[in-house]
């Protein structure tokens, strides 16, 4: 993976820009010492990592407006972050960079339950939103693994899905407005909380924009009345073939759980070595969650217990109560810290047509096969939604480089498959040299003039997303 | 009328083009500017269904009724519900599935289940140099670059010409019944349907006609479900009476027929009354969306926004002649929103003064 080299220019200016960003920031926090910057040199995809030039914690819309004012005038390259546990990349830094966190903007702004809204500041957690409305009964739906860590603007830049996406959809479906602070320190407010945009609707293009388009400091969000009641099925199965067989009947039947999730052996056995929750030794599991009232959730549990048992299930294993709820959930919540433990991995987040759901799995486990490495399975199967681990070992840099390889490969064959590259982590700098597998040039070229307009300088993590052939002549003439 | 019969000729057709082309679906008098019309009408069939999947491909000039009978056959639906605004323009043609997304319009489910676009999964389209793109693509999830998909629904045509869509499709409720609450203003309305849409009890409609002071819920779902959650909705708001209803009438504003200029405001839902309190005298109207959805009819020619002042939201003219018919975007975004169209339409092609 190649990064734009720095440019000399802006290093030799270091104290300079760090000066100029701490008389604009009016108290706030500007980080530039060495041993400082360090701490913001990566995300969650570790094995990339370079220190910035410099760090901003802005405590307002207006300071963040000036920091990039700052940075425009200086010619300097900004790299929007929230809390860094992008899988991808997103938030990785070139040392030419002021890194722009949002990490100290966490406020509630306004709830509004008669009209279902809540406004925050953008680097508030994910769990923390669903924190502040609970006790009324309502919750704010996306719900990402990491979300006791990640930023509700990180969410909004990779457009983060989770467990209950299924039902009550992503990030984009659940995001009413903006605030959204342009390269060149413009702020602009876009949507509010009424339910559509009056003619060309820029949510949707600034939601999953990876920190390209401009810096979210405020958000508004739809929230939702928390259901009744919910309750997950474990259901094992000795095929793939089987446990894929189920969820494309289940979806078919008219049933809509809010979350369908598959485990394969690997992750199950490491699951059970880590959390013990109780899981079956078996070739491939699912949790499937319904909710409703209490007759309804019965009536939807009878009905997909009718039709798992046409599929031959090993067990089927129905919650009684809100403890043995828990320990359903408890191994699938444990799962990537599990595999964590056996060796280092890589997660990717490829999506198929559910119905190709058996063929890619097992075209997968050849794959993995022919590279020597060990490939563990634990996905949204609702969407199709593939989360393969490739697990290697990170001391060892050619384990590293077929390991890169074999996700290229998985992943191609998603496409192949009539999918796509990421379903909900983004493409950031991991999945940046495999965009022209999914996408012609005049596709990239017409997502390209979207950065155009919001960015006409290419400052805003502008080694991201686009390859950087492709991007090498708007970089240049920044 | 340019027809053109498949993508590549419109594509060349684009490419080539010396003048504005108005955009049009399958026939209906749609809307837009000066310039050719040119018609989606023959990119039209249906290019893949999966059921199990929940997902169908279409060519863009596919009529929506074509759409609809073939999820219907498969005990599946569109749903948000695509509102047929003809009986208010008293336009004839077919709409097509092309313009439902390109005007990205959503009926009362809108409200619980989401607009055109949240269901609208991939584009092709043609831009204005002739270029053919592709965006999203036929799954559930994808975050895969930036999201030109959504981004054309709701463009009114002034980006692209869609010549394929696909989408996401779900089971049709077994069930609906529709309950009402009577003799109450507007302000009591919206505040009972805040705590019913507030509720989980799974409403999927929520309505006000003031000429016959009725509040009007619906509830969606499983046959053997719906008692028990009409009592315990009664329960939270009051002694509810069932109630027949023509939610497709709703849908279609079909009320305010003939009753003059009409509007269609996206509102705050709780602001609405106080909208409604500066309605000019003789305005006729009702609620969708709890609130949030404020149909009116006013005095033909009027400008509706200009006699309210400043609004929690935006309001769109569907019918007549006063105003410009789409709200003003404030500056900032108007500055964005023109310069994505003049990246996609350098020469200015699509439906000139669409927005304007
Ligand atoms: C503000 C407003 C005004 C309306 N006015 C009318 C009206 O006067 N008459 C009427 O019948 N309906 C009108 N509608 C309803 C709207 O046209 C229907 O919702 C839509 O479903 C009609 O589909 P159609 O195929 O007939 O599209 P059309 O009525 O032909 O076009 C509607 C809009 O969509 C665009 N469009 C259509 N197909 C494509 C495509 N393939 N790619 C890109 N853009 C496309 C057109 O350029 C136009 O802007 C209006 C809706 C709104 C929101
Ligand atoms: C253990 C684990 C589990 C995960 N599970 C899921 C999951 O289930 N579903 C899922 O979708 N993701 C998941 N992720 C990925 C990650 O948590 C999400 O992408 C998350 O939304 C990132 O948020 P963040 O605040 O950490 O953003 P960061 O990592 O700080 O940044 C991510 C991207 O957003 C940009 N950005 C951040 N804040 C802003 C802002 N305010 N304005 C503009 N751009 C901004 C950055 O430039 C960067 O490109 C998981 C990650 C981990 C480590």
């Not at chain 1, 080299?5 to 980080?31: E, M």
């Not at chain 2, 779902?221 to 009438?249: H, M, N, Q, S, Y």
């Given at each position: 993976?190649?990064?734009?080299?720095?440019?000399?220019?802006?290093?030799?200016?270091?104290?300079?820009?760090?000066?100029?960003?701490?008389?604009?920031?009016?108290?706030?926090?500007?980080?530039?010492?060495?041993?400082?910057?360090?701490?913001?040199?990566?995300?969650?995809?570790?094995?990339?990592?370079?220190?910035?030039?410099?760090?901003?914690?802005?405590?307002?819309?207006?300071?963040?407006?000036?920091?990039?004012?700052?940075?425009?005038?200086?010619?300097?390259?900004?790299?929007?972050?929230?809390?860094?546990?992008?899988?991808?990349?997103?938030?990785?830094?070139?040392?030419?960079?002021?890194?722009?966190?949002?990490?100290?903007?966490?406020?509630?702004?306004?709830?509004?339950?008669?009209?279902?809204?809540?406004?925050?500041?953008?680097?508030?957690?994910?769990?923390?939103?669903?924190?502040?409305?609970?006790?009324?009964?309502?919750?704010?739906?996306?719900?990402?693994?990491?979300?006791?860590?990640?930023?509700?603007?990180?969410?909004?830049?990779?457009?983060?899905?989770?467990?209950?996406?299924?039902?009550?959809?992503?990030?984009?479906?659940?995001?009413?407005?903006?605030t959204l602070v342009l390269a060149d320190g413009t702020v602009v407010e876009i949507g509010g909380p009424w339910m559509d945009a009056p003619g060309i609707d820029l949510l949707p293009v600034i939601c999953g924009s990876e920190g390209q388009f401009g810096i979210v400091t405020e958000a508004v969000l739809r929230i939702v009345p928390r259901p009744e009641g919910a309750r997950p099925v474990l259901v094992?199965?000795?095929?793939?073939?089987?446990?894929?067989?189920?969820?494309?009947?289940?979806?078919?039947?008219?049933?809509?759980?809010?979350?369908?999730?598959?485990?394969?052996?690997?992750?199950?056995?490491?699951?059970?070595?880590?959390?013990?929750?109780?899981?079956?030794?078996?070739?491939?599991?699912?949790?499937?969650?319904?909710?409703?009232?209490?007759?309804?959730?019965?009536?939807?549990?009878?009905?997909?217990?009718?039709?798992?048992?046409?599929?031959?299930?090993?067990?089927?294993?129905?919650?009684?109560?809100?403890?043995?709820?828990?320990?359903?959930?408890?191994?699938?919540?444990?799962?990537?810290?599990?595999?964590?433990?056996?060796?280092?991995?890589?997660?990717?987040?490829?999506?198929?047509?559910?119905?190709?759901?058996?063929?890619?799995?097992?075209?997968?486990?050849?794959?993995?096969?022919?590279?020597?490495?060990?490939?563990?399975?634990?996905?949204?199967?609702?969407?199709?939604?593939?989360?393969?681990?490739?697990?290697?070992?990170?001391?060892?840099?050619?384990?590293?480089?077929?390991?890169?390889?074999?996700?290229?490969?998985?992943?191609?064959?998603?496409?192949?498959?009539?999918?796509?590259?990421?379903?909900?982590?983004?493409?950031?700098?991991?999945?940046?040299?495999?965009?022209?597998?999914?996408?012609?040039?005049?596709?990239?070229?017409?997502?390209?003039?979207?950065?155009?307009?919001?960015?006409?300088?290419?400052?805003?993590?502008?080694?991201?997303?686009?390859?950087?052939?492709?991007?090498?002549?708007?970089?240049?003439?920044? | 009328m340019i027809a053109p019969v498949d993508e590549g000729e419109l594509a060349v057709l684009v490419a080539g083009a010396d003048g504005p082309l108005r955009v049009r679906g399958g026939g209906s008098h749609g809307i837009g500017g000066p310039g050719e019309p040119i018609s989606t009408a023959r990119l039209s069939g249906i290019t893949l269904y999966e059921p199990g999947a929940l997902t169908m491909v279409a060519r863009a000039g596919t009529p929506l009724a074509e759409i609809e009978a073939a999820l219907a056959a498969e005990g599946q639906y569109l749903p948000w519900e695509p509102p047929d605004l003809r009986a208010l323009t008293g336009a004839t043609g077919a709409p097509t599935i092309g313009g439902v997304f390109a005007t990205n319009t959503s009926g009362p489910r809108r409200v619980v289940a989401g607009a055109a676009r949240d269901f609208l999964l991939g584009v092709r389209f043609i831009d204005g140099r002739g270029a053919v793109v592709r965006n999203g693509g036929r799954v559930m999830k994808n975050v895969t670059g930036v999201d030109l998909t959504r981004l054309m629904a709701g463009a009114y045509g002034t980006l692209g010409i869609l010549t394929e869509v696909s989408f996401k499709v779900l089971p049709r409720p077994e069930a609906a019944r529709t309950l009402a609450l009577r003799g109450l203003d507007a302000a009591q309305a919206v505040a009972v349907m805040a705590r019913a849409l507030g509720s989980p009890h799974g409403v999927t409609g929520a309505a006000f006609l003031p000429e016959r002071a009725e509040m009007l819920l619906r509830l969606e779902g499983p046959e053997a479900a719906l008692p028990a959650r009409v009592g315990k909705l009664a329960a939270l708001i009051g002694p509810l009476t069932e109630a027949a209803c023509d939610w497709a009438a709703i849908r279609d504003g079909r009320a305010l027929a003939g009753a003059g200029d009409v509007w269609r405001l996206s509102l705050t839902p709780i602001a609405s009354p106080a909208v409604v309190a500066r309605l000019p005298d003789g305005a006729r109207w009702f609620m969708d969306w709890g609130g949030g959805r404020l149909w009116v009819a006013a005095a033909p020619g009027s400008d509706l926004r200009a006699a309210l002042g400043p609004i929690p939201g935006h309001a769109t003219r569907i019918t007549g002649t006063g105003g410009t018919r789409f709200h003003p975007e404030p500056p900032g975004v108007a500055a964005l929103t023109h310069a994505l169209r003049e990246k996609f339409d350098p020469r200015g092609l699509f439906n000139p003064g669409m927005f304007d």
């Amino acid at each position: 993976m190649d990064m734009p080299a720095p440019d000399p220019r802006i290093l030799a200016r270091k104290a300079h820009v760090a000066a100029r960003l701490r008389a604009a920031l009016d108290g706030a926090r500007v980080i530039d010492a060495p041993q400082d910057v360090i701490a913001y040199e990566c995300d969650a995809l570790s094995a990339y990592a370079c220190p910035p030039l410099a760090v901003v914690l802005p405590e307002t819309t207006a300071q963040v407006a000036a920091a990039m004012r700052v940075c425009h005038e200086e010619g300097v390259p900004v790299v929007p972050r929230g809390s860094g546990t992008s899988l991808v990349g997103g938030a990785l830094p070139t040392a030419d960079a002021v890194v722009i966190g949002l990490s100290a903007m966490t406020a509630v702004l306004e709830t509004d339950f008669d009209n279902r809204f809540i406004r925050v500041q953008a680097g508030r957690t994910n769990l923390s939103v669903t924190g502040a409305i609970e006790a009324q009964g309502f919750f704010y739906a996306p719900d990402p693994s990491s979300q006791l860590a990640c930023a509700i603007g990180g969410n909004i830049a990779m457009n983060s899905g989770g467990a209950h996406c299924l039902k009550y959809g992503v990030t984009v479906n659940n995001l009413l407005g903006v605030t959204l602070v342009l390269a060149d320190g413009t702020v602009v407010e876009i949507g509010g909380p009424w339910m559509d945009a009056p003619g060309i609707d820029l949510l949707p293009v600034i939601c999953g924009s990876e920190g390209q388009f401009g810096i979210v400091t405020e958000a508004v969000l739809r929230i939702v009345p928390r259901p009744e009641g919910a309750r997950p099925v474990l259901v094992a199965f000795d095929s793939a073939e089987a446990a894929g067989a189920t969820v494309s009947a289940i979806i078919r039947a008219g049933l809509l759980p809010v979350a369908v999730e598959y485990m394969d052996r690997p992750c199950i056995r490491a699951c059970e070595a880590h959390a013990r929750a109780g899981y079956p030794d078996c070739e491939a599991m699912l949790i499937i969650e319904v909710e409703g009232a209490e007759p309804e959730i019965a009536a939807q549990i009878a009905a997909i217990r009718a039709i798992a048992a046409r599929h031959a299930p090993l067990e089927f294993r129905e919650a009684r109560d809100a403890d043995e709820a828990a320990r359903i959930w408890l191994g699938r919540k444990a799962a990537f810290g599990a595999m964590g433990r056996i060796a280092d991995y890589i997660c990717l987040d490829g999506v198929i047509p559910v119905s190709a759901l058996p063929q890619v799995l097992a075209r997968t486990a050849q794959l993995a096969a022919e590279y020597g490495l060990e490939v563990a399975n634990v996905f949204h199967a609702g969407d199709g939604n593939l989360h393969p681990l490739i697990l290697f070992n990170a001391n060892d840099p050619d384990d590293l480089h077929r390991a890169e390889a074999l996700g290229a490969d998985i992943l191609r064959l998603c496409v192949e498959a009539g999918g796509c590259l990421t379903g909900e982590h983004g493409v950031g700098v991991e999945k940046r040299d495999l965009m022209e597998v999914q996408f012609a040039p005049a596709d990239l070229e017409a997502q390209m003039r979207v950065k155009d307009v919001f960015d006409p300088h290419w400052r805003l993590n502008p080694a991201k997303v686009f390859p950087l052939h492709l991007s090498a002549a708007r970089r240049g003439a920044a | 009328m340019i027809a053109p019969v498949d993508e590549g000729e419109l594509a060349v057709l684009v490419a080539g083009a010396d003048g504005p082309l108005r955009v049009r679906g399958g026939g209906s008098h749609g809307i837009g500017g000066p310039g050719e019309p040119i018609s989606t009408a023959r990119l039209s069939g249906i290019t893949l269904y999966e059921p199990g999947a929940l997902t169908m491909v279409a060519r863009a000039g596919t009529p929506l009724a074509e759409i609809e009978a073939a999820l219907a056959a498969e005990g599946q639906y569109l749903p948000w519900e695509p509102p047929d605004l003809r009986a208010l323009t008293g336009a004839t043609g077919a709409p097509t599935i092309g313009g439902v997304f390109a005007t990205n319009t959503s009926g009362p489910r809108r409200v619980v289940a989401g607009a055109a676009r949240d269901f609208l999964l991939g584009v092709r389209f043609i831009d204005g140099r002739g270029a053919v793109v592709r965006n999203g693509g036929r799954v559930m999830k994808n975050v895969t670059g930036v999201d030109l998909t959504r981004l054309m629904a709701g463009a009114y045509g002034t980006l692209g010409i869609l010549t394929e869509v696909s989408f996401k499709v779900l089971p049709r409720p077994e069930a609906a019944r529709t309950l009402a609450l009577r003799g109450l203003d507007a302000a009591q309305a919206v505040a009972v349907m805040a705590r019913a849409l507030g509720s989980p009890h799974g409403v999927t409609g929520a309505a006000f006609l003031p000429e016959r002071a009725e509040m009007l819920l619906r509830l969606e779902g499983p046959e053997a479900a719906l008692p028990a959650r009409v009592g315990k909705l009664a329960a939270l708001i009051g002694p509810l009476t069932e109630a027949a209803c023509d939610w497709a009438a709703i849908r279609d504003g079909r009320a305010l027929a003939g009753a003059g200029d009409v509007w269609r405001l996206s509102l705050t839902p709780i602001a609405s009354p106080a909208v409604v309190a500066r309605l000019p005298d003789g305005a006729r109207w009702f609620m969708d969306w709890g609130g949030g959805r404020l149909w009116v009819a006013a005095a033909p020619g009027s400008d509706l926004r200009a006699a309210l002042g400043p609004i929690p939201g935006h309001a769109t003219r569907i019918t007549g002649t006063g105003g410009t018919r789409f709200h003003p975007e404030p500056p900032g975004v108007a500055a964005l929103t023109h310069a994505l169209r003049e990246k996609f339409d350098p020469r200015g092609l699509f439906n000139p003064g669409m927005f304007d």
